[in-house]
Nanobody, 119 residues
Framework: QLQAFGGGLVQAGGSLRLSCAASGTTFSTSAVGWYRQAPGKQRELVAE???????NYVDSVKGRFTISRVNAQSTVYLQMNSLKPEDTAVYYC???????????????WGQGTQVTVSS
């Protein structure tokens, strides 16, 4: 189970930090990510972090957003700086729990949190 927090309304240029707490999973061996979906658009990957700490970002947020994870707290964060109106979307956290013996996985999703950036 995932619960996301931290969305809100912010002016362009401002910052927000999203957090997502996981329970009932082996967080430390799971990959985690943040996705977003704007009205009328497909859900897109914003940032992801592997269990080994390798991170990846969509080009539009590179240098502005930072994903981090605290395994001891089973929590993943998304620090968003220099926000732009085009960052407005519902943000979802995702956890990919791997079953390494079989090479399969299960994806879990948080409930989504609205981020609105005004111009």
């Amino acid at each position: 189970q995932l619960q996301a927090f931290g969305g809100g309304l912010v002016q362009a240029g401002g910052s927000l930090r999203l957090s997502c707490a996981a329970s009932g999973t082996t967080f430390s061996t799971s990959a985690v990510g943040w996705y977003r979906q704007a009205p009328g658009k497909q859900r897109e990957l914003v940032a992801e972090a592997t269990s080994g700490g390798i991170t990846n970002y969509v080009d539009s947020v590179k240098g502005r957003f930072t994903i981090s994870r605290v395994n001891a707290q089973s929590t993943v964060y998304l620090q968003m700086n220099s926000l732009k109106p085009e960052d407005t979307a519902v943000y979802y956290c995702q956890l990919r729990a791997w079953r390494f013996a079989s090479g399969t996985y299960t994806d879990y999703w948080g409930q989504g949190t609205q981020v609105t950036v005004s111009s």
